[in-house]
């Protein structure tokens, strides 16, 4: 990472700083391969009208600091029942990675996996990084950079955003799980709620953050406040949108 006067480079090799999943394995037989990471991002990031959404071909929603990427989506979907696959992203039913026990994306530990280019990336919690920098429920950690310039903070925050000599807890994210699926998606007998992205629904107010799992308030490392975002232990794990322009 360096930074000049008006932006963040990122030049890295994908390659994780901690330990991984074996590879290959029945259900990720694809080996980490060094990658030509290249990003820029803002110094002065500046909220949007409206969130973007990332992920796949629209690229990845940020980086976490060791140059691994973020893509909490998979290309994985369901046309019906008993029509799915785990690479075919065209299906009305898109599978999540995490949070469901009918498909195995050959997650490891770290909620992380290698796509089949050799790129290892983040669909959640990266708990190998943390577990690196020794963090604790009693810290505030940094763990990345959004897309859009913002930072992306671990798990933990302060219980008022804005008061720094609030209590820190576990920061939970405003999806919850639908009450209602519709008529059309796949039995939940089969397929529990959670299985597919179109199961969570953002609910303003039920938890800490906002639609893309962001919130304003102040940072060890913005003492002033600065909009920032969050990994959480549920849906959606990540950012799925910025909130910053870009």
Not at 63 to 79: Q, R
Not at 92 to 117: M, R, T, Y
Not at 167 to 176: A, E, G, L
Request: aromatic share 12%.
């Amino acid at each position: 990472w360096s930074c000049g006067t008006s932006d963040r480079d990122l030049v890295a090799n994908g390659i994780p700083d901690h330990e991984v999943g074996e590879f290959p394995n029945p259900n990720n037989p694809n080996a980490i391969s060094a990658q030509d990471v290249r990003e820029t991002f803002t110094l002065a990031p500046s909220l949007a009208g409206a969130p973007t959404y990332l992920g796949g071909r629209s690229g990845p929603s940020g980086y976490v600091l060791n140059g691994v990427k973020i893509d909490p989506g998979t290309a994985g979907s369901c046309f019906s029942a008993n029509n799915c696959s785990l690479s075919n992203p065209r299906g009305d039913w898109h599978i999540e990675a995490l949070g469901q026990s009918h498909f195995d994306f050959g997650d490891d530990e770290n909620n992380a996996h290698v796509q089949p280019g050799g790129a290892y990336h983040y669909h959640g919690m990266p708990e190998g990084f943390l577990n690196k920098l020794g963090a604790t429920g009693n810290d505030r950690v940094l763990i990345g950079w959004a897309s859009d310039g913002f930072p992306i903070y671990a798990r933990w925050g302060y219980d008022d955003p804005d008061s720094a000599d609030s209590d820190i807890r576990v920061i939970t994210s405003s999806y919850q799980l639908r009450d209602d699926p519709p008529a059309d998606r796949p039995s939940t007998d089969l397929y529990e709620l959670g299985t597919f992205t179109e199961d969570w629904e953002y609910q303003a107010g039920s938890g800490d953050l906002d639609e893309c799992n962001g919130r304003f308030g102040v940072t060890p490392d913005f003492p002033a406040g600065i909009y920032h975002y969050y990994a959480t232990d549920t849906y959606p794990y990540f950012q799925r949108c910025v909130s910053g322009s870009l």
